[in-house]
């Protein structure tokens, strides 16, 4: 039965390349990040935190209009966005059409 056994080695080789590259992608953000931050530490620290505040605003307000943050959020989330636009809301009026048309 040992012949049989299949190996991890084995198994990595039969991953399809999408797979591959979805791991290769990832390897390479990680390293990009660990890149920008050691920069970002390096300046001046009020400057680093405007940045960090707007990167952080602006992807708030994506997950508020895309409705598609963390889990965890979306009670924080479900809060906030009756006061913004959403993607849903825009798409239904969208289909309504303009005032007036019949």
């Given at each position: ?34 890149l920008?931050?050691?920069r ?63």
């Open positions: 039965m040992l012949l049989f056994a299949v190996t991890a080695l084995e198994k990595l080789q039969t991953l399809k390349p999408d797979v591959w590259l979805k791991i290769g992608v990832a390897v390479a953000v990680f390293v990009i990040a660990i920008v931050m050691r970002v530490m390096r300046m001046n620290k009020i400057i680093a935190g405007v940045i960090v505040f707007v990167v952080c605003t602006v992807m708030f307000f994506s997950w508020v209009y895309n409705r598609n943050e963390p889990r965890f959020l979306t009670p924080i989330v479900e809060k906030v966005a009756p006061f913004f636009p959403s993607a849903g809301a825009y798409d239904a009026k969208q289909q309504k059409g303009p005032k007036g048309a019949p």
